[in-house]
């Protein structure tokens, strides 16, 4: 009975011992690195591929134009409000016009004074002339005094001198003229440009002063075209260059993608084009360094506001329309562009080594070795970390 027990003990022992065998087999498996933990198919399929440059961008209008006043006066009456459409030429505000007609008379009255007096001056002078001719006339026939002779043509040539100095204050009280006339136009203040009213910086009522700068009453925008200006890092700034295409979405926005090209890059970044003195090796190590880009987009339903931020991927490099396997099922690689992969035939998986070409982290391109809607195995890998090829 005894004995019994003890085989009985031993067996459940030996039971006990396999499965702990077998179990750490398992794992031990389990645990080598690219051992599947989880296995699916997925369609070898076509489609695009970008590798892309991230920059930050703001937008701004393509035009934008302060438009201030140019003479001093009160701000009697705006025309338009913040968001109103203008055309070029149309009327924008008024500055209240009196002391501008008041200067335009005064300039007015100073011409006429001007021409009065050359005409003054004119009938002196024919008034002289004559008495020069009989001076001379009598000096040939030998009746004359000298010192009148000499009086005579001393005042000739002065009159002649006045009369040209009354020309030249003609012309002075002339352009005075043309002054007047354009600072009272100036009260009357119009759109230099097709656009939109972005704000209003100025109230009516408001007393404006035109010193050295002129004030600004409005700031007008053309925003059917706006600007994405792009700040480029330095680490990618050698594969960036204008004429490349890219999209862009805005963080208000994230579901929408928009394209364009890029335009002018800037050869300089701020802060050499700022600085008078070079920096010092410290500062040069804690800043980065940016390079500007400007690219234009249309804007016709004026969804895009000026100061939104963008976030825009430059594509220096893309394949189309080609075959293309997420990145997950590549498996063992064999130089830099060959890797195998498992592809499903019936109820089994088989290994298959193909040549790869363009990889943007998602997906990567498919050159040899498999055909539209071969099904490949994705792994998800125990040790963790991507492929990339």
Not at 47 to 53: A, F, N, Q, R
Not at 236 to 252: M, R, T
């Amino acid at each position: 009975m005894m004995a019994a027990s003890l085989r009985n003990k031993g067996f459940i022992l030996l039971a006990v011992a396999l499965t702990v065998a077998v179990a750490a087999s398992i794992g031990w498996r389990l645990l080598q690195p690219g051992h599947a933990t989880a296995l699916s198919g997925v369609a070898v399929t076509r489609g695009d591929i970008e590798k892309t440059v991230l920059a930050t961008g703001i937008l701004k209008p393509s035009v934008q134009v302060s438009v201030g006043a140019q003479v001093n006066g009160q701000l009697r009456k705006l025309y338009v409000k913040q968001g109103d459409r203008v055309t070029r030429g149309q009327l924008l505000a008024e500055i209240d016009p009196t002391l501008q007609q008041t200067e335009l008379r005064n300039t007015e009255a100073a011409l006429q004074s001007a021409v009065s007096q050359k005409e003054a001056s004119q009938a002196l002078l024919v008034q002289y002339q004559q008495e020069l001719t009989r001076q001379q006339r009598m000096d040939r026939e030998g009746s004359g005094v000298k010192s009148e002779l000499e009086q005579a043509r001393a005042k000739y040539r002065s009159q002649i001198a006045q009369v040209k100095v009354n020309e030249a204050q003609i012309v002075q009280a002339q352009m005075n003229l043309e002054t007047a006339k354009a600072n009272l136009g100036f009260t009357r203040i119009v759109a230099p440009v097709d656009g939109e009213v972005l704000g209003i910086v100025t109230k009516e009522g408001q007393t404006i002063v035109s010193s050295q700068t002129a004030p600004t009453i409005l700031v007008l925008a053309n925003v059917d075209t706006m600007a994405v200006h792009t700040r480029i890092s330095e680490t990618d700034i050698l594969k960036v260059h204008s004429g490349q295409p890219l999209w862009f979405y805005v963080v208000a926005d994230p579901k929408t993608r928009y394209e364009s090209i890029m335009g002018v890059i800037q050869g300089a970044p701020d802060e050499a084009l700022q600085e008078s003195g070079v920096p010092s090796t410290s500062q040069q190590q804690s800043s980065a360094i940016y390079y500007n880009g400007v690219f234009s987009i249309a804007n016709p339903q004026h969804l895009l506001r000026t100061s939104m931020t963008a976030q825009v991927f430059i594509i220096v490099e893309q394949a189309k329309n080609v075959l293309r396997v997420p990145v997950a099922a590549l498996g063992e690689a064999k130089g830099e562009d060959r890797y195998q992969v498992q592809v499903i035939n019936g109820d089994k998986a088989e290994e298959r080594w193909i040549r790869t070409g363009l990889n943007d982290r998602q997906f990567i391109e498919v050159k040899e070795g498999l055909k539209e809607n071969d099904l490949v195995v994705v792994t998800q890998y125990a040790t963790g970390g991507s492929r990339n090829g």
